[in-house]
């Protein structure tokens, strides 16, 4: 099992936090883009090579945020709308399974107006207090410079042989 900090879960001592450790291995290849680096590996366990022993690390890590597009009151409260609606009914939905009515529409209307009510004035209140400071939204994902292959000493050279066949075929895998 892998935890969220890269460690094994079978290896943790009791009582301990499980720390980051920093990788192992020596480098047998490095490539510029994450894919290829996936591809080395999936290479070498294609041609039965104990790919426990590999790691990949990314090195030169950014942090790299695409804007989206622009922020809008229009498009903060639709927003808004939609994500209270979608909770609003969940709740609807609770309360007609416990609702000792015979028409189960009624909490369900409620819940669903309720939410969108609630859902507009929270994203118009959190909007508001950002007063202009962040007009758009974006998507932010973590990027490294390289990817570099680590593999341990005991096989190391095994996959530098395999890593180097690989870089003289001319058709990538699919």
């Not at 209307?109 to 994203?123: D, K, R, T, Y």
């Not at 005991?154 to 058709?171: G, I, T, V, W």
């Amino acid at each position: 099992m892998v935890t969220p900090f890269g460690g094994t879960g079978g290896r943790n001592t009791p009582g301990l936090p499980n720390l980051p450790t920093p990788p192992t291995g020596w480098p047998v290849g490095s490539y510029a883009t994450y894919e290829e680096a996936q591809r080395a590996v999936d290479y070498l366990a294609d041609n039965e090579f104990p790919v426990g022993d590999v790691t990949i690390v990314g090195v030169d890590l950014m942090l790299v945020e695409r804007v989206i597009g622009r922020l809008t009151w229009g498009r903060v409260l639709f927003s808004g709308a939609l994500s209270g609606a979608w909770f609003g009914l969940f709740v609807g939905l609770l309360l007609s399974f416990f609702s000792t009515a015979t028409n189960p529409i009624g909490p369900i209307l409620v819940g669903l107006v309720s939410g969108i009510v609630f859902g507009v004035v929270f994203a118009a209140v959190g909007y508001g207090a950002s007063r202009g400071r962040r007009d758009f939204t974006s998507a932010s994902q973590m990027v490294a410079g390289r990817y570099d292959v680590l593999c341990q000493p005991r096989n190391a050279e095994k996959a530098r042989e395999l890593l180097a066949k690989l870089a003289m075929d001319p058709k990538p895998a699919s």
